[in-house]
């Protein structure tokens, strides 16, 4: 049997959320311009969606927005300290009204739910990934992580990746869940674990240090969090809320770079 491939001493980069505030901006134009006859609501509950409250209330603020809405009095709180001049709507008060009809999640790139498309034009706008951190060459039967409920069909490359179901993970993906890296898709090996999961890469050349993508915007091969929900029973909604404080967001913005 192979030894396991062990990392470099040069630090691989950790698990990351990558929130693309380039393509929020872009959804939230594009709603803006198809929303008539009333206000763009653009829901921010949950840390808005677990994208971050702060940064996305500014970048909708500035992108044609007329109102946030959050569930918490301490949300609004948040985006009026950051000086962010929008109106906020909460719904979690004494005085709580039934807000004006919202754009559900598809400033965030999604539908409501698994038969709900997002509208024309609009993106994912969340990416998470992370490190390969060791690979194995095994034989078939191989048995792989808790109770062995999954064995190698044959003789295969496992490839280990830090991140599991207190990241987020939905564990109800176990059998079904599938990881990018290269472009690729591999399978899920194994149950998903608290803080790694194992995925099945046959004979691909994968490499400590390479970025395994959990989900991202579907463009280069990776899985969508609607993918992910459609393999746990869950929403698109709900997979992106769950990517725990453990997963550090990481925010593109090209436009102020420019």
């Given at each position: 049997m ?10 691989i ?16 134009s ?30 909708a ?7 946030l809405?959050?569930?918490?009095q ?16 909460c ?41 390969v ?10 048995g792989?992580s808790?109770?062995f ?35 690729r ?21 994968v ?52």
């Amino acid at each position: 049997m192979t030894p396991p491939a062990t990392p470099a001493d040069t630090p691989i980069r950790g698990r990351e959320a990558t929130i693309d505030l380039d393509a929020f901006r872009t959804n939230v134009s594009i709603l803006a311009a198809r929303t008539v006859g009333g206000p763009l609501v653009i829901d921010m509950t949950a840390d808005a969606y677990g994208h971050g409250l702060v940064p996305l209330a500014r970048v909708a603020a500035e992108s044609g927005a007329d109102i946030l809405s959050v569930r918490d009095q301490g949300d609004a709180e948040s985006i009026a300290d950051a000086g962010i001049g929008i109106d906020v709507r909460c719904w979690h008060t004494t005085r709580f009204s039934v807000p004006p009809a919202g754009s559900g999640i598809a400033a965030f790139g999604f539908g409501m739910d698994l038969t709900d498309g997002a509208p024309t034009g609009v993106v994912p706008v969340m990416t998470v990934s992370a490190p390969v951190l060791s690979v194995k060459r095994v034989p078939e039967g191989h048995g792989v992580s808790y109770g062995f409920v999954y064995r190698t069909p044959k003789e295969t490359t496992l490839a280990l990746v830090p991140v599991g179901y207190a990241d987020g993970i939905p564990r109800g993906a176990t059998g079904s869940g599938r990881m990018a890296i290269n472009g690729r898709q591999y399978p899920i090996a194994g149950r998903i674990a608290m803080d790694q999961v194992v995925l099945d890469v046959g004979d691909a050349t994968v490499v400590p240090g390479d970025r395994a993508i959990v989900f991202g915007p579907g463009l280069e091969a990776e899985p969508t969090a609607a993918d992910w929900a459609a393999n746990s029973g869950s929403t698109a909604g709900e997979i992106l809320a769950r990517i725990g404080r453990r997963v550090p967001r990481r925010y593109i913005d090209r436009e102020v770079a420019r």
